[in-house]
């Protein structure tokens, strides 16, 4: 999907005469960076990528990762902060990522504003919800809980 996202990107940049340098990449809970290296190894066009997490094991691990699957040095960055903290001192500091990541443990409700917030204008929302017993009306009553919504269980609800 971001491969698509950046062609897309590419070619509106190309219609208005504008070189397109790559895009930027915030995985904001980025844990011990498996995803974040895989974007590294399979978006050649990515310029920088941060990969945060609160735990200072899980962000040296991503390190030795990055370091382990031979990503270049200049091209990321690894952060050890709250998320949500994170992503508006990007948003105060004017840094904006053209695709933002989040893939937390369970809701990603309280991470919406800040990820919307240090997103680039036109930029790619990536949003995973871990809680699909909640998502998929196996517990209707967390569902309206956490989201105010009643969910419907279907077949397609893991998709």
Same mark, same amino acid.
């Given at each position: ?44 066009? =990515?310029?920088? &990528?941060? *990969?945060?997490?609160?735990?200072? $094991?899980?962000?040296? +691990?991503?390190?030795?990762? #990055? ?41 990603? =409700?309280?991470? &919406?504003? *800040?990820?919307?917030?240090?997103? $680039?204008?036109?930029? +790619?929302?990536?949003?995973? #919800? ?30």
């Amino acid at each position: 999907m971001i491969n698509a996202f950046n062609d897309v990107l590419q070619e509106e940049r190309a219609a208005k005469t504008k070189e397109h340098e790559g895009i930027k990449v915030f995985e904001a809970l980025a844990a011990t960076g498996l995803r974040s290296v895989r974007y590294m190894k399979e978006i050649p066009s =990515i310029t920088k &990528l941060v *990969g945060n997490d609160i735990d200072k $094991a899980a962000t040296d +691990l991503m390190k030795k990762n #990055f370091e382990f699957n031979d990503c270049p040095s200049d091209k990321y960055d690894v952060q050890t902060m709250d998320a949500i903290d994170l992503m508006y001192q990007y948003r105060r500091d004017k840094t904006f990522f053209d695709v933002v990541d989040l893939d937390p443990y369970g809701t990603a =409700i309280p991470f &919406l504003e *800040g990820a919307i917030s240090s997103l $680039a204008n036109n930029g +790619l929302l990536c949003v995973t #919800f871990t809680d699909m017993a909640v998502l998929c009306a196996r517990q209707p009553h967390v569902c309206f809980y956490k989201y105010g919504s009643a969910p419907l269980g279907k077949p397609y609800c893991h998709e």
